[in-house]
């Protein structure tokens, strides 16, 4: 009874893994006859794929989809796309958006052209950053540009510095990667994998100029200046110090003024009673 049950189950097993292979193989040799070209568009402006094949049949109209779906069934491409030159050009209506990518295909007769279309990431981050030390310190860097790509970080003592150290990977080895240890990735706001950089307690020494790059796109610095804990108690304390020194004057000077008054009125009086 139990060796049977361990065949049927064995047996099931072996069908579901042919199953799963065969799946697969075919989903594989779907995508190879494809061959989806990786395009890189630009956020806010055109799209605009061509399909001509010139030698297909005059009659046949060009079959458009996105992501496996019929291209006037996309609800984010709802009029806004066009098809021209006999259905054979394919292009977004006006400016092009975040959520425009994803996979197109066209087909005609027996032949298909296929695209993986993808944002050209741009990273953001602001100009200047600046933190009290000792305290918690998150940059965030923002990313346009889906399918999100991985976001590194380098970090920079100075502008005019040619000595770039990655941060958040890399541990260990000298003084910088020692500090680079210290931060940590986190996702951003957008929940953008690794691209917020997060250090619990700012040190004077984090000073510098930290980058943020999505995927291959250009990267963004901005410059970070850790203020002392002190810096808002200087002013006070120099006011202060000012008062102080002014009463000083003031005492001495007046103590110098009135000392030879007393001895004039002294002498004064003795000049009356003299006389
Ligand atoms: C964008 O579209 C406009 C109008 O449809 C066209 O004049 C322009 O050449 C297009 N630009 C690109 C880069 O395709
Ligand atoms: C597009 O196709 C590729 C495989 O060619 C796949 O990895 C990717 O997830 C697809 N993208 C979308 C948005 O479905």
């Not at 040619?162 to 951003?188: K, M």
């Not at 020494?205 to 990267?219: F, Q």
């Not at 203020?227 to 005492?251: N, Q, R, S, T």
Request: net charge negative; glycine share 8%; proline share 5%.
């Amino acid at each position: 009874m139990g060796q049977e049950m361990f065949l049927s189950l064995a047996l099931l097993f072996l069908t579901s893994g042919a199953l799963t292979n065969a799946q697969s193989e075919g989903e594989a040799r779907g995508f190879a006859e494809l061959e989806p070209a990786v395009v890189y568009y630009d956020i806010n402006r055109n799209i605009t794929l061509n399909c001509t094949f010139p030698n297909a049949d005059k009659t046949l109209t060009y079959l458009w989809k996105k992501n496996d779906k019929a291209i006037n069934e996309v609800p984010e491409l709802k009029e806004r796309f066009k098809l021209e030159e006999n259905n054979a050009v394919f292009s977004v209506k006006g400016r092009a958006n975040e959520d425009d990518y994803g996979n197109y295909s066209c087909a005609l007769g027996g032949e298909a052209r296929a695209w993986e279309l993808r944002g050209r990431p741009v990273a953001r981050l602001p100009d200047n950053t600046n933190v009290v030390e000792g305290q918690k310190l998150k940059l965030q860097c923002k990313v346009v540009g889906k399918p999100y790509p991985r976001v590194t970080w380098t970090y920079r003592p100075t502008e005019e510095s040619n000595e770039t150290v990655p941060l958040g990977e890399t541990e260990g080895e000298g003084a910088e990667a020692e500090g680079a240890a210290r931060w940590r990735l986190e996702p951003n706001e957008q929940g953008v994998e690794g691209a917020a950089l997060v250090l619990e307690a700012a040190a004077r020494a984090d000073a510098g100029v930290y980058a943020c790059r999505a995927g291959a796109g250009a990267p963004d610095h901005t410059v970070l200046r850790v203020k002392d804990m002190y810096a808002a108690l200087w002013p006070f304390l120099g006011i202060c110090a000012e008062v102080f020194v002014l009463c000083a004057i003031i005492l001495v000077y007046e103590k110098r003024r009135t000392k030879p008054e007393l001895d004039d009125s002294d002498t004064d009086n003795h000049d009356q009673k003299k006389s």
